[in-house]
Nanobody
């Protein structure tokens, strides 16, 4: 069974940077799409970024475009999200998710939809102080 474990969430000052990790076990990340979502309590889950492990294409939604990157370390079977120029609006719980690439026929349009992902981590809290 595929399991995801996030880490790296902490308190950081506005303007600072943070790197979140998503360690994958139970399967190689090859052939998977790995995505980051975030959610403020009481609000819907919001897509942030995604990487297609088959060709390393990345996708970003407005909150992270231009500020976040999503590198992957295949040797460690781990995906990361490097977040720069953080603001208090970047403070929700971040979760990573995985889906088989073959299940997302049109990744460019499908990646933001959380219901398409089969595996989820428990989440990690990011708090950005102003």
């Amino acid at each position: 069974e595929v399991q995801l474990v996030e880490s790296g969430g902490e308190l950081v000052q506005a303007g600072g940077s943070l790197r979140l990790s998503c360690a994958v076990s139970g399967s190689s990340i090859d052939g998977y799409v790995l995505a980051w979502f975030r959610q403020v309590p009481g609000k819907w889950r919001e897509a942030v970024s995604c990487i297609d492990s088959t060709d390393a294409r990345t996708f970003y939604y407005a909150p992270g475009a231009g500020r976040f990157t999503i590198p992957v370390d295949g040797a460690k079977n781990t995906a990361y999200m490097q977040m720069n120029r953080l603001s208090p609006e970047d403070s929700p719980v971040y979760s990573c998710a995985a889906a088989r690439r073959r299940d997302l026929s049109d990744i460019a349009s499908m990646w933001p939809y959380d219901h398409l992902y089969d595996y989820w981590g428990q989440g990690t809290q990011v708090t950005v102080a102003s």
